[in-house]
């Protein structure tokens, strides 16, 4: 039985993974069938997760590869990250009667 997770990547025991919704991250414990839904038990929880929502991660994308980088590399990474930041406009309230949001509930 072959397990992929959200990016088509094998699912298999030992192997670590990130829980997408919450960026928990463990190593994969056991692999079960219940009903017909696949579902991966993570090490750090305990907890079983449907493979839809997990990700296998890289050696170099573990934690234990993040603290072994450097501290220039960690900069540059900030970096990166914080011009990939997309910033919106301000929104309003109308005042409008069928304006925007009008009639939500």
């Not at 997309?86 to 949001?101: F, M, N």
Request: net charge positive; aromatic share 6%; hydrophobic share 30%.
């Amino acid at each position: 039985m072959k397990l992929s997770d959200s990016r088509n990547r094998e699912i298999v025991e030992g192997c670590t993974v990130k829980y997408l919704r919450t960026h928990t991250i463990g190593k994969v414990e056991e692999i079960s069938i219940r009903n017909g839904v696949e579902w991966i038990k993570i090490d750090k929880t305990g907890l079983y997760y449907r493979k839809e929502y997990l990700e296998v991660l890289e050696q170099s994308e573990t934690p234990q590869a993040r603290e072994n980088t450097s501290a220039k590399d960690k900069i540059l990474l900030k970096i990166a990250r914080s011009r990939m930041n997309v910033r919106t406009a301000g929104t309003e309230i109308s005042d409008h009667p069928d304006g925007p949001g009008y009639g939500g509930g």
